[in-house]
């Protein structure tokens, strides 16, 4: 007798075992940056995730015209400063656009088209601009109606009083028609027309989602709903063949109007009816402080609007005939009037009188602990975007400007008199007529960018104070998240006084004074850089003063120094001091700096931008803090110590805090800092974890105290080396 076992090899159904190795831990960085600034266009107050200038522009835009000054176009900060980050070796930042208080949003009524509800109500379909603001003046949004029979044999069935189904014949047929689609469907003779929408569609069947009667559009130009007879639907047959489809679609189009012209801009083509939103970018909750990412696939012109969400829902969209465009709802505007640095950057929700220690806690009531959170604006917007390591506004250090009266337009000039006839009162010679000699061709006209009607203020008007207060908050940001470091700048205009001025100012405020209670030091968190860098002007060639010399553009140098960062970090090391390296694109420094002027600015921590022969680079990388944390490289290797030791220490939760664990802990941090000491980031370290740090009523309440210290390699930044003649032949090397 023999005994067989039965034995199941397959899977049980509904359970999938996919082996999959655990992710891999991803490196702690210290090279991605942050710009707040003023944008053409893009989401206000939200940061966005850029790997290159090309992935920038496509969000906000180009260069952005803020004022003129004098007839000269005053160029945003933030385009030209994401730009030189990638061209000094960033490789990824956030780019944060700010405006003026509430932006209105540009909105336009769609021509064209309408929603029909069964009660017989019409209403327009309505759709927003993208983003809010003036760029979007000009544009023009028009639809084109497409009707695409349906080669099938169809059959409708009516379902009661519910909408009925369409049985097409031709799988084709069935393919070409999507869920949210609208048909026209022509019963025969004598029998009503309707407008219905396709639901889902398998295996040749349409469901149908809704259904409406209407009247033809050659009734009049803006035709209404007929309302459904029920008698009328019930009088027909349960099943009737031969009916003839058309699948209705459209295309959206949007223009813009330049001098005259219609420019094509975009081009949505073979768009449903029911669903053509969906190409749109998301509507917007209609509440304030929503942080919603640009979706890259879908437009960058248009936004669906929350006043067609429920009306598109109950009702039908259908096309008309006759129904043109009109102007717009609602004008785009950034609301940038006047430029107020404390309501562009700063949160108003926040309060004034926060500090480092108090940011974090008031952030996390707006944001996670409200009935209703809430988005922070400006800078705070940053506040939760942990891998962020460096902050600037490239924006913030420039003179404000002021609206002004447009021009009067130019009188009419008097009509030329008419021609003298000639005197033939005496005898003339004929003389031999030659050829006139050709003139050269005119050069190519290079458009001036319109300039808006805002003026740059005087340099006598300029107030340090809202742009000083909201430095203070910036570095206060920082410190408070203790992982981050702000890059600052002053204005252009500023001489070696005002600079020193500014300095004495923003160090002695009491908002960023060291606490007696903590180790923390605020202004270690913070560094400046001085002179502006002047790059070439790629889109105002008409403003260089010879055709062979390329136009000039002051900008900020918080770009190109948060790039050379980056790229400084990347191939060496965070610990490595990002000084005495070329900048890649300026020519030129405004205003210059004598020698004199240098050292005074580096005896006040400025870490000052120097001309040599071929090359423009800073001489040191000071914080705004004395001591030893006075070199940015050793800050920024703090802070990523900091950063290691929490990855570290959330593995070592849950363990039973004895004697064996905390050894364990000892050689795993000490192996840590082995393989940095050698790399070259400190001279050398200790790790403590013995009764001495951990008392006994940490260790009675399960509480682990590991102390590292480590002594940072700091950069030699100058060292005087004398040469001595003191006789004949004799040569004496002093240092000192």
């Not at 996919?18 to 707040?36: H, K, M, N, T, Y």
């Not at 945003?76 to 209105?104: E, I, M, Q, S, W």
């Not at 169809?154 to 189904?165: D, L, M, T």
């Not at 890059?487 to 100012?505: F, G, I, K, N, R």
């Amino acid at each position: 007798m023999s005994t067989s076992t039965l034995t199941f090899h397959g899977r049980l159904p509904g359970v999938d075992c996919s082996p999959a190795l655990p992710p891999a831990e991803q490196p702690i960085r210290g090279d991605i940056a942050a710009f707040v600034g003023f944008a053409e266009r893009g989401p206000v107050d939200t940061p966005v995730p850029v790997v290159d200038y090309a992935s920038f522009t496509a969000v906000f835009g180009g260069d952005y015209v803020l004022a003129s000054d004098g007839g000269t176009p005053v160029y945003a900060a933030l385009p030209p400063a994401v730009k030189a980050f990638f061209d000094n070796g960033g490789v990824r930042c956030y780019a944060v656009r700010v405006t003026g208080p509430n932006p209105a949003t540009a909105r336009w009524e769609l021509p064209g088209i309408q929603i029909w509800q069964q009660d017989g109500t019409v209403s327009n379909v309505v759709v927003d601009a993208a983003w809010p603001g003036s760029w979007s003046a000009g544009l023009q949004v028009s639809t084109a109606p497409i009707a695409r029979p349906l080669a099938a044999d169809a059959v409708y069935r009516r379902a009661g009083a519910a909408p009925g189904r369409l049985e097409l014949r031709s799988r084709g047929a069935t393919a070409a028609v999507q869920p949210g689609d609208l048909l026209d469907l022509d019963l025969g003779p004598g029998r009503p027309r309707l407008y219905v929408r396709a639901g889902p569609t398998a295996d040749g069947l349409v469901t149908i989602e809704a259904e409406m009667t209407y009247r033809p559009a050659a009734e009049g130009p803006s035709p209404q709903p007929d309302l459904p007879d029920p008698d009328a639907l019930a009088a027909l047959p349960s099943a009737l063949s031969g009916v003839s489809i058309r699948l209705l679609r459209m295309d959206l189009v949007v223009q813009r109007l330049e001098e005259g012209q219609l420019l094509l801009v975009e081009h949505l083509p073979d768009l449903a009816y029911g669903s053509f939103g969906t190409v749109l970018q998301p509507s917007i909750p209609d509440i304030s402080r929503s942080s919603i990412q640009p979706a890259l696939d879908r437009s960058m012109d248009l936004r669906a609007s929350t006043v067609n969400d429920q009306a598109a829902v109950t009702g039908l969209i259908v096309p008309v005939a006759g129904l043109p465009a009109g102007p717009p709802l609602i004008e785009g505007d950034e609301k940038l009037d006047t430029f107020d640095p404390v309501a562009v950057f700063l949160d108003e929700l926040l309060p004034a009188g926060v500090t480092v220690f108090s940011l974090i806690n008031d952030a996390d009531a707006l944001t996670t602990l409200a009935p209703e959170p809430v988005q922070l604006r400006g800078i705070y917007s940053l506040l939760a975007i942990d891998e962020v390591a460096m902050i600037a506004c490239p924006d913030l250090a420039r003179r404000g400007w002021s609206a002004v009266a447009p021009l009067p337009p130019d009188p009419e000039s008097p009509p030329p008199p008419p021609p003298r006839p000639p005197d033939w009162s005496d005898f003339r010679c004929c003389e031999i007529e030659t050829a006139p000699t050709p003139e050269p061709p005119a050069a190519n006209p290079v458009a001036t960018p319109a300039l808006p009607p805002r003026e740059l203020d005087r340099i006598a008007d300029f107030q340090e104070e809202p742009m000083r207060r909201v430095q203070e908050a910036l570095v206060t940001l920082c410190a408070a998240r203790a992982d981050l470091v702000a890059l600052l700048s002053v204005p252009q205009h500023y001489d070696t006084p005002a600079v020193l001025s500014w300095h004495e100012q923003l160090t002695s405020s009491n908002a960023l004074a060291a606490s007696e209670t903590s180790a923390l030091t605020p202004l270690s968190y913070a560094a400046y850089w001085h002179p502006w860098l002047t790059v070439p002007e790629p889109n105002t060639p008409q403003l260089s003063v010879l055709r062979t010399v390329p136009a000039l553009r002051t900008v900020p140098p918080d770009g190109a120094i948060a790039g050379m960062i980056a790229a400084r970090e990347l191939a060496r090391g965070i610990w490595v001091a990002p000084a005495a390296v070329a900048l890649r694109g300026p020519v030129a420094l405004t205003p210059g700096l004598t020698q004199i002027e240098t050292i005074r600015l580096f005896d006040a921590h400025a870490n000052v931008v120097r001309q040599r022969p071929g090359s423009f680079s800073p001489i040191a990388a000071h914080t705004l803090a004395d001591g030893v944390l006075l070199q940015l490289s050793v800050r920024r290797l703090l802070i990523w110590l900091r950063k290691i030791a929490l990855r570290a220490g959330m593995r070592y939760t849950f363990e039973v805090n004895n004697e064996r664990f905390r050894a364990l802990v000892r050689r795993r941090f000490e192996r840590i800092l082995a393989d940095l000491a050698q790399r070259g980031a400190w001279h050398d370290f200790r790790v403590l974890t013995d009764e001495g740090v951990t008392a006994g009523d940490n260790i009675e309440n399960g509480r682990l105290v590991i102390a590292l210290q480590v002594a940072p390699t700091s950069p030699v930044e100058f060292i005087t080396v004398t040469l001595v003649r003191s006789g004949e032949g004799l040569l004496e090397v002093a240092e000192g």
